[in-house]
């Protein structure tokens, strides 16, 4: 046994009375705060008897448990129950009334100290077993997204080779500021992870579109995901690799959307609350905005909007979409139902926008 916890026993066994008088409460406790893990499919008898017979273990101070503590630890984590807060409530009210019989019988608080130095280390258990497990669950995880990316990547690579025998193009893209630049690009060859792509006939300058770029084609069941692993000008070749599937949600967009050049002053008010905050892109369907408070916006709320675009002062009926939690703000997106008239001129915006946001990459 480690000294720490021997040292422990010693000193709470001068009031091993109070322990072995407490057991009924404790277990009662125990019970009466069953509703922290409440919905999980455990009876409540069973769990009074696990009480029982930990805190007739736990408290003995005679042996030290912590491994069958451990392993009881492992069992709920396994069932994905968290018994933490219910060992951890029960513990507490043990310390509320071991300090008052204390008080009661005069013996100061001494051991009032070790009950919490003791119920520490129990705790310190149940985390290391929750943990634990997590991080098996993790390494699990971890393993089948692997193999799942290897057959997703073997099965993209035989797609790839239909496509090259074919000797079809394939179609390449990414956003640049929140615009799809789409090449489509003919095979030149593939390897067991890459495939090389001709940019002959390409005049912008791909460095600039990032690191990643997706693809597709009519025999590719889903967009694919890869990396650029070399770009070489003179040999006029791009070389794509790592292959996985995505859902891009880009794709579900009804409306081109591009990024601002300066962030835009919008006031959104939503009946007598008003917020004030900055737009960062926009299309003719909605804006996002950066906001630094949100209390009292909710998702679907109905919302009206007010801006300045393009010396036009606007003011449209919007709906919130989502919340995006930022570092120190965040990111608002607004559905907006422009009438005619403000939906020509947020058109003209964007299609203004979109020529400078190309000319950047030519």
């Given at each position: 046994m480690e000294k720490e916890i021997e040292d422990l026993f010693d000193e709470l066994s001068t009031d091993i009375d109070f322990f072995k008088s407490y057991q009924n409460v404790f277990v009662e406790n125990f019970s009466?705060?069953?509703?922290?893990?409440?919905?999980?499919?455990?009876?409540?008898?069973?769990?009074?008897?696990?009480a029982l017979s930990t805190y007739k273990k736990l408290f003995s101070f005679k042996n030290d448990y912590r491994d069958e503590f451990y392993n009881l630890g492992r069992i709920f984590a396994?069932?994905?129950?968290?018994?933490?807060?219910?060992?951890?409530?029960?513990?507490?009210?043990?310390?509320?009334d071991c300090s008052d019989y204390l008080l009661e019988n005069g013996k100061g608080l001494k051991n009032?100290?070790?009950?919490?130095?003791?119920?520490?280390?129990?705790?310190?258990?149940?985390?290391?077993?929750?943990t634990d497990y997590t991080k098996i669950l993790e390494k699990e995880l971890k393993e089948t997204k692997k193999k799942v990316k290897k057959k997703d990547t073997e099965?993209?690579?035989?797609?790839?080779?239909?496509?090259?025998k074919d000797k079809s193009e394939i179609m390449v893209f990414n956003y640049y500021k929140q615009i799809p630049i789409i090449m489509k690009l003919p095979i030149k060859g593939i390897t067991e992870n890459s495939i090389i792509l001709d940019i002959s006939k390409i005049?912008?300058?791909?460095?600039?579109?990032?690191?990643?770029?997706?693809?597709?084609?009519?025999?590719l069941p889903k967009t694919v995901k890869t990396h650029i692993k070399n770009i070489d000008i003179q040999k006029d070749e791009i070389v794509?690799?790592?292959?996985?599937?995505?859902?891009?949600?880009?794709?579900?967009?009804?409306?081109?959307?591009?990024?601002?050049?300066?962030?835009?002053p919008v006031s959104i008010?939503?009946?007598?609350?008003?917020?004030?905050?900055?737009?960062?892109?926009?299309?003719?369907?909605?804006?996002?905005?950066?906001?630094?408070?949100?209390?009292?916006?909710?998702?679907?709320?109905?919302?009206?909007?007010?801006?300045?675009l393009e010396n036009?002062?606007?003011?449209?009926?919007?709906?919130?979409?989502?919340?995006?939690?930022?570092?120190?703000?965040?990111?608002?997106?607004?559905q907006l139902f422009p009438n005619a008239k403000e939906e020509d001129i947020i058109a003209e915006y964007v299609t203004f926008r979109q020529f400078q946001i190309l000319k950047e990459i030519r």
């Open positions: 009466n705060h069953i509703h922290v893990i409440i919905g999980k499919d455990i009876q409540k008898g069973k769990l009074k008897s696990i396994e069932k994905d129950i968290n018994i933490k807060p219910l060992f951890t409530k029960t513990f507490l009210m043990l310390v509320r009032l100290k070790n009950l919490l130095g003791l119920i520490d280390l129990y705790l310190l258990v149940i985390d290391k077993a929750y099965n993209i690579t035989q797609i790839l080779k239909l496509i090259l005049h912008i300058d791909l460095k600039k579109l990032g690191n990643v770029f997706y693809k597709k084609h009519k025999l794509l690799s790592d292959f996985e599937y995505v859902e891009l949600h880009q794709e579900k967009r009804k409306y081109v959307r591009v990024l601002l050049e300066k962030p835009i008010k939503k009946g007598a609350l008003g917020f004030e905050g900055l737009i960062v892109d926009i299309c003719i369907g909605g804006i996002g905005v950066y906001l630094e408070d949100i209390n009292g916006l909710e998702k679907e709320d109905e919302v009206y909007v007010e801006f300045e036009i002062n606007l003011k449209i009926k919007g709906n919130i979409r989502y919340f995006e939690k930022l570092e120190r703000k965040y990111k608002v997106g607004i």
